[in-house]
């Protein structure tokens, strides 16, 4: 049962405090992708890989940090410095960076208590 | 920055009606694609259109592409109740996907 699943599907962040959502696929990408939607509106991108080892910075990096150990897996973390992180996060994947389709997982919603 | 915007923000439809939105952007793409979200879930890929390409069909589907204009359609004939769905063109270039804000089309029974 091939895709990209993400978890949590909610998750709660305190004030100061840094938070993780997975992603994971097993479609044997090279490219992953992290964006951020914001209620009735397109996504923007946060940071993306294109092989393991190595990510690159989006349209909206700051406050975020991601790493790339694993070909199957991108966490993304939301931290401190992120002063509006209340939204829907969506990781993504695609065989490469460029022209190809991309693959969605179900998303994240974050929600700061 | 969002590349691609999509008009109308929304549109409300009966069963059986087609539906039309468009996509107007703003620099050269190598392709553009259509996406479909529905309420609080991922993105589910449509359709992609080459930038050499002008039409393209899939199922109650047709994407139109005119690279002079700048701007894509994409056509749901015959719609459905499952249709209902926000629904993003996105452009390709320099490697990047860039979304539009999307067009948010209700079908009722």
């Known amino acids: 049962d091939g895709g990209i699943t993400q978890s949590p599907k909610y998750l709660f962040r305190k004030e100061g405090q840094n938070v993780t959502l997975s992603c994971e696929q097993n479609l044997n990408h090279d490219a992953m992708y992290w964006y951020r939607q914001d209620p009735g509106q397109g996504l923007r991108l946060i940071y993306y890989s294109q092989i393991v080892n190595d990510f690159q910075k989006g349209d909206i990096a700051e406050g975020y940090s991601v790493s790339r150990e694993k070909k199957e897996s991108f966490p993304l973390t939301v931290t401190s410095a992120q002063k509006n992180p209340t939204a829907f996060y969506l990781c993504a994947s695609s065989i490469a960076t460029g022209q190809e389709t991309q693959y969605f997982g179900p998303g994240t919603r974050l929600l700061v208590l | ?109």
Not at chain 2, 68 to 97: N, P
Request: hydrophobic share 30%.
């Open chain 2, 1 to 109: 920055s969002q590349q691609g915007e999509e008009d109308p923000q929304a549109l409300s439809i009966q069963e059986g009606e087609n539906a039309t939105m468009n996509c107007s952007y703003k620099t050269s793409i190598n392709n553009l694609q259509w996406y479909r979200q529905n309420s609080g879930r991922g993105l589910v890929h449509l359709i992609l259109i080459r930038s050499n390409e002008r039409e393209k069909h899939s199922g109650r589907l047709r994407v139109t592409l005119d690279t002079s204009k700048k701007s894509s359609s994409l056509l749901i004939t015959a719609s459905r109740a499952a249709d209902t769905a926000s629904y993003f063109c996105a452009t390709v270039s320099w490697g990047k996907l860039q979304f539009g804000a999307g067009t948010q089309v209700v079908v009722t029974p």
